[in-house]
């Protein structure tokens, strides 16, 4: 299944056991490439925090759990969303990134704190605070494709070397390199992010051939 997202074109795709049942379904993101490296900010009542800047569908700022004091879990929310605001606001300030093709994506859309993996089988753990202090309940996948264009350039991991991500409840989102390539001035990578996920609903649309806006419209 090929989407067409704000940031570019997604292609999707389901993974079968020999029962002809979907295990989990794979993505590959738009090129996804670091930004920024090692940038102190001095966020309001805390004080100098470093981070990474990555786009990967959309730009976060990567900070170290451990260097800012905060836990990985569901117990810490409250703090993970007070202090993840603060960073988003203070790295703001500092610049906005820009993109470079849509204006539209020129935004930090949040902060992913990332720390130790509780299952040690695992890479790590991270927990994304978007928007106005809400927080993914998955990995994310854009988040994790930043870290794959990260752990990338940083020589951490190689082409198809898978790397297991979890999320602040526990569950994993899988990624991986599967091309370098470029994107405007940055070296980028494609990055596969793989998942598993349950249908919970399911909708229909209709049209009535009475319906005047049956085509739909277009205001601009």
């Known amino acids: 299944m090929r989407l067409d997202t704000p940031a570019g074109r997604v292609t999707a795709y389901p993974h079968y056991d020999d029962a002809g049942r979907v295990t989990h379904v794979s993505f590959d993101n738009v090129p996804s490439y670091i930004y920024t490296l ?14 990474d800047i990555a786009f990967g569908g959309a730009f976060y700022a990567y900070v170290s759990a451990e260097d800012v004091g905060v836990s990985l879990t569901p117990d810490a929310f409250h703090t993970l969303i007070d202090l993840g605001r603060r960073i988003k606001q203070a790295v703001m300030a500092a610049g906005i990134p820009q993109h470079p093709l849509e204006p ?15 299952d040690p089988t695992n890479h790590s753990r991270e927990v994304c605070v ?15 494709s930043g870290r794959a264009a990260l752990h990338y350039a940083k ?60 085509e739909g419209f277009l205001l601009r």
């Open 104 to 118: 539209d994506l020129s935004l930090l859309y949040g902060v992913i704190f990332v720390g130790r993996a509780h």
């Open 38 to 51: 090692d940038q102190m900010v001095d966020v309001h009542g805390f004080g100098r925090v470093r981070y």
């Open 155 to 214: 020589g951490e991991i190689g082409l198809n070397e898978p790397f297991v991500v979890e999320s602040i409840l526990g569950t994993p989102f899988t990624g991986e390199v599967v091309e370098a390539t470029t994107f405007g001035p940055y070296a980028a990578v494609v990055p596969r992010v793989s998942g598993t996920a349950y249908i919970v609903g399911r909708s229909e649309w209709v049209i009535d051939p009475r319906d005047p806006l049956a």
């Open 130 to 144: 978007f928007a106005d202090g809400e927080v993914d309940r998955s990995p994310t996948g854009t988040g994790v």
